[in-house]
């Protein structure tokens, strides 16, 4: 303890003497034979306190300037990525809370072909005129973090709708050899790239609707998620489920009622520095379905005209069934601000009455950015990410945000045998206005074309206008 003293004394006197270098002689002599007397009786008394405490008080010091150059490893920080975060400096503990609010507001009129086809849930009746309206499609407050670096989780609530439901509520751990993440709890069932693209992405204002009627949405149970090949140019994902509801428990308790779904991405072509690139993706979900009280499993598959504030226009309605393999093809091709998008669905229904029917719907779609942005890839989840602004609207420089124009069109069938669900067409024209990375509005007009064999093989047409003010953070 004294050699440490005195090494530290050397040290200080070293720089005493050097910073008394540039002033005149006299003064730095006299000067100097001050501080070497003060500095001897510093040391005097550090030496009494080491006797009686080992860790000195100059060794406190130095450990608190130590920490406070460095930081304290269990001391959170705070910074904005997107959205709030809060992090040790080695990141073995992490939060992260944020949310999303999207309000919609839609205009719409049919022609009377339309509005006869439309059925609804029960009876086959029609629904009546299309109205216009107004709702909060998504309104969300979410938690999730890394604790221990291994950990992880996310509880993520959704109010829409007047009450509050889980969506994602998972616990899991990360970086595991092989395996990469393991999740238990509910969240999205690995199945498409439209419906893996978070919803504050999405180019449209909806998913299409072979999204709307094949995918199960979330799921409670297993999932497993990782990267493979150079630069994580491949992932996959494989889940085992049941079918739950909005809290995560499960809809018809019974023995057995498994589900499965595996989806596997891969990018053949990447360059400047994904500016451009080719995304390919396969996936499949095979499912069980839950009895009802009837003692039947059953199916249904049903869609709106890809605006939320919709009835439904195609339906099959609950039908017997064994079990369901629904299949996806997934391609987007970007190029710089271009890209093009499409989807394939397939159902292969299998019933004990030996009627198996099936049921596809397809989409495509083309983008391009007027202000020379491009659609950002993540690669750990295979599916689009957000969109940064070159310039974010009134940002000193005359920013105007980023601007998409977009068009699709889908299509979707749900007649085969017996099962007259019905056949629609959609068209969808977009403009999306991206103020900054958090902030979008966007407009969507949408003509939809409905075939519907339940009502009498009519055909019908209906126009609709939607707007989205869209903020997450």
Known sequence: MKMKNFSWAVAISLTIVASLSAQEPDTRVDELL??????????????????????????????????????????????????????????AFQLKTGGRIMNDWVWGFQDNDYENAVISDAANAPLGRFADGTEFRRARLYISGTIYSRVVFKLDFGFEGGDADFKDAYIGLKNIPWVGKILVGQFKIPFGLEYMTSSKHITFMERSMGSDAFIADRGTGLKFVNTALEDDRLSWSVSVYREADTFGSTKVPSDGQYNFAARITALPWWENAGRRYLHVGFAANWRNPAQPGNGLSQVRYRSKPEVHLSPRVVDTGNFEAESALLLNAE?????????????????????????????????????YFLTGEHRIYKKSAGAFNRIKPIHNFLDGEGGIGAWEIAARFSMIDLNDGNINGGEAWNITLGLTWYLNPNTQVKLNYIYTNLDNQVAGSQEGAAHIIGMRFQIDF
């Open 34 to 91: 001050l501080r070497i007397k003060t500095l001897e009786n510093r040391i005097v008394d550090l030496e009494a306190t080491s006797l009686e405490n080992p860790s000195t008080e100059l060794e406190k010091q130095l450990n608190a300037l130590t920490t406070g150059a460095l930081g304290d490893n269990n001391e959170f920080t705070s910074r904005w990525g997107n959205t709030r975060r809060f992090e040790t400096p080695d990141k």
């Open 331 to 367: 391609v987007a091709l970007v190029i710089d601000s271009f890209s093009l998008q499409g989807e394939f669905y397939y159902a292969d229904v299998s019933s004990k009455a030996g009627n198996d029917p099936t049921f596809s719907a397809f989409n495509v779609y083309a983008s």
